[in-house]
């Protein structure tokens, strides 16, 4: 079955004529839904974050509620916030508890957390955005009120530290539910999510489990199987020597529900790039100078046009892992994710290496190029073990050199104003980065990352009390830039935090 799916011709999206198409159907979005309303309340900013109207829950069906916005006739803003509020619960904005004046220890605060971000089981008011979750799950923080893929893994290695196991369970269990009901794990728990994942970072929480039964054991690598079809049938690329390599995308040529005036404004009505802003968004990175056609502005974002070091190191392990799992679960499906990962290392190794640069970066398929600039993104095939030993060592050489920071690991060099970029560093980056640099024999370097970026999540919630969504890793501050403002809560920091306490035992006293 895999080596069909590697034989299959070309994507739409690897021709850049069209954007990628996905076999199942998509549950309606709110934008789809309200039409005309959902348009004039997003453009007109109604609402401050673009995120409230997208998780209203409406009051009664959506053709009853569109057949009245139509008799209303032209509405100004009072009246189309009255109609709005009449029609919908709408969320209040998303909060953490107001943080303690007395700033007990950090792991102490963390664990304190937990049970603020946890939230029960879900079933969904009918007309929700909201998608049905049957275990509980924790949430980020701030405006994300949802359950999210690649944050999740991370938040997840704290939830160890403490002792949280049964939680951590308990999301595999509903990722693992996604992946049947979609046939992959979405972007977020929510309808205008479902037409694009993330990083697949799957097959790694599995692994934080243990004691699972043979039964569970068979669904979750089913599960997995049914992800990798996901990534090689709806994001595949030839490569120029013909090899197949992935690429982010999304299955919608639309502006995003959660971010449409942004959209809107960015894309002027080009379905191209609006394919590409939310293929931005399935990358996790969104956004950085990576993506973008001439390395600084926004506008000319060209994502799918992108074979990523990243997304494809991940996949390397996904196979390795369903390869491993066949053969603990005596399935004949072993040997071909062995020679699937043996393949897709080969083309990692070939295409997405500088070897005047020392670096792992993500190909550009118009420019049949490299393109230029160090990222973050270098230390994937290190994390995942892609790299041979010369290559990863050149990689230390080169994270230290360009990348370290006074305060933590930089996301990239470039200054773009963009949170995925300089001088922004992230919690999931750093553990990526320390986890591979370990592995590859740089334990100091990685302690150095992994110390300072401890000691820059410390100053700042001494300072605030907040544990923050992204930090500035040059002035040892808040992180900025994006579409909205720095989050505080927050799920992956507190998990990387708290792994990174256990690992190198700071944050204690």
């Known amino acids: 079955m895999l080596a069909l799916l590697l034989a299959l ?10 954007p990628t198409t996905t076999a199942r159907a998509y549950p309606a979005s709110p934008a789809e839904l309200f039409g005309a309303l959902f348009d004039q309340v997003q453009r007109r900013r109604l609402f401050p974050d673009g995120k409230t109207f997208a998780d209203a829950t409406p009051k009664r069906s959506a053709a009853a509620i569109m057949a009245d916005y139509a008799r209303a006739g032209t509405l100004d803003d009072a009246g189309l916030r009255a109609f709005v509020l009449a029609n919908f619960d709408v969320p209040e ?7 303690s004046a007395a700033r007990p220890p950090l792991a102490e605060h963390i664990r304190a957390l937990w049970p603020q971000l946890t939230r029960p089981p879900l079933t969904p008011p009918t007309g929700s955005s909201a998608l049905a979750l049957p275990r509980r799950y924790v949430v980020p923080g701030g405006r994300f009120r949802e359950m999210y893929y690649w944050d999740s893994y991370f938040t997840m290695l704290g939830l160890e530290a403490d002792g949280e196991q049964a939680l951590t369970r308990d999301m595999v269990e509903n990722f ?14 929510r309808t205008y999510y479902v037409s694009r994942s993330q990083p697949p970072f799957l097959y790694l929480m599995m692994g934080l489990v243990r004691g699972v039964d043979r039964a569970t054991q068979a669904r979750w690598l089913d599960a997995l199987v049914a992800e990798h079809r996901f990534w090689v049938e709806q994001r595949s690329a030839t490569m120029p020597d013909g090899a197949r ?6 299955g919608k040529s639309t502006p ?6 942004e959209d809107v404004a960015t894309g002027k009505g080009d379905a191209r790039v609006y394919n590409d802003l939310r293929a931005g968004a399935e990358s996790g990175w969104d956004y950085s100078s990576r993506w973008f056609a001439d390395g600084r502005t926004l506008a000319t974002i060209d994502t799918t046009a992108i074979v990523s ?19 603990a679960l005596a399935r004949p499906c072993a040997a071909t994710f062995d020679r699937a990962a043996a393949t897709r290392r080969q083309a990692i190794e070939r295409w997405l290496w500088s070897e005047r640069d020392g670096r792992y970066g993500d190909y550009d398929l118009i420019a049949r190029r490299l393109r230029d600039g160090v990222t973050a993104a270098t230390a994937y095939p290190l994390f995942t073990a892609v790299a041979s030993r010369s290559r990863g060592a050149r990689v230390a050489t080169t994270i230290e050199r360009d990348l370290l920071a006074a305060n933590g690991l930089r996301t990239t060099t470039a200054a773009t104003g963009q949170q995925w970029d300089k001088p922004n560093g992230w919690a999931p980056l750093q553990w990526v980065a320390i986890e591979g640099l370990r592995r590859y024999g740089a334990a100091p370097l990685a302690r150095q990352i992994g110390t300072r970026f401890l000691a820059t999540v410390e100053r700042e919630y001494r300072a605030s009390g907040k544990l923050l969504e992204k930090y500035d890793v040059e002035e040892s501050r808040a992180g900025g830039g994006g579409e909205y403002p ?16 256990q690992r190198y035992g700071r944050g204690e006293r």
């Open 9 to 18: 011709p070309p994507t739409a999206a690897t021709a850049q004529t069209a």
């Open 93 to 99: 904005p998303g909060r953490t508890a107001p943080p």
């Open 176 to 189: 693992v539910s996604l992946v049947e009901r979609y046939g992959h794990v979405p972007n977020g728990t």
């Open 245 to 250: 390599l992935q690429h982010y995308g999304d």
């Open 256 to 261: 995003r529900d959660e971010s449409y005036r």
């Open 309 to 327: 070091a990243d997304l494809n190191s991940l996949l390397y392990g996904m196979e390795r892992a369903i390869a491993a799992r066949c053969r």
């Open 486 to 501: 720095t989050q505080d809560g927050f799920g992956w920091t507190n998990g990387v935090t708290r792994a990174l306490q």
